[in-house]
Every structure is written in structure tokens, then in C-alpha cells.
């Protein structure tokens, strides 16, 4: 049974930095696609960061360019995103979130190549 559990989220004013972690077990390494997503009560979930972990080039929404920082440790089946110039409209709820890429096409592209989830982890920046 795959299970991601993340971990890392908590509270930080304007400016600063907070550091997210996702543990990935039961997958056999076939999580090829792995990723953050991120959600505000009422609104739509966003895709913020993901990558393809044969390929290792990050993807970042325009939203968090230049600031978070995806990495992956494949020794450790573990995914991190480091967030810094924390902004308060970053307030919401982080999930992690794997799969497997199809056959064909650019890898970890469509959203619905990710297939598992985490909980999900609390990030709430203040002014």
C-alpha cells in the first residue's frame, strides 16, 4: 500500500521559511511522479511544484517561482520543498501527491498522473 505522509508545515510570518517533507513507502520505487499541491478552503487546489524523478528537473507554478525549491532524495523515497519569502496568500493546506507517469506524452504533465495523496500539512504565514 503506498502511503505518503508529509510533514514540516507550520506557522512563520511574512519573509520567512518553512521546509516540507514527504515520506513515500509501499511503492516498489514506481512513483515516478512526485509533487506538491497546495489548497485554500473554497478554492481550487493548485500544482505548485513536481518533477519527473527519472528526469530530476523541477517544475514550479508561476506562483512560487524563484522562492520554493523541490528536491528529491532517492535514497530516501523522500520529497522536500523548501519555502522561503514565505507570503501570507501562501496560507493553505500542502499536500503531497506521487504517481505513475502513462506511456508516452511529457511525464508527470497531467495532474491526474499523480494518484496518490498525503494528509496533508498545515503552512499558515502571517503578516
Known amino acids: 500500500e503506498v502511503q505518503l505522509v508529509e510533514s514540516g508545515g507550520g506557522s512563520t510570518q511574512a519573509g520567512g521559511s518553512l521546509r516540507l517533507s514527504c515520506a513515500a513507502t509501499?511503492?516498489?520505487?514506481?512513483?515516478?511522479?512526485m509533487g506538491w499541491f497546495r489548497q485554500v478552503p473554497g478554492q481550487g487546489r493548485e500544482r505548485i511544484a513536481w518533477?519527473?524523478?527519472?528526469?530530476?528537473?523541477?517544475n514550479y507554478a508561476d506562483s512560487v517561482k524563484g522562492r520554493f525549491t523541490l528536491s528529491h532524495d532517492g535514497f530516501k523515497n523522500t520529497l522536500y520543498l523548501q519555502m522561503n519569502s514565505l507570503k501570507p496568500e501562501d496560507t493553505a493546506m500542502y499536500y503531497c501527491?506521487?504517481?505513475?507517469?502513462?506511456?508516452?506524452?511529457?511525464?508527470?504533465?497531467?495532474?491526474?498522473?499523480?494518484?496518490?495523496w498525503g494528509q496533508g500539512t498545515q503552512a499558515t504565514v502571517s503578516a
Open positions: 501527491a506521487a504517481g505513475q507517469p502513462r506511456i508516452g506524452g511529457v511525464p508527470c504533465r497531467p495532474e491526474d498522473e499523480f494518484q496518490f
Open positions: 509501499g511503492h516498489g520505487g514506481s512513483l515516478l511522479c
Open positions: 518533477l519527473y524523478t527519472l528526469g530530476r528537473t523541477p
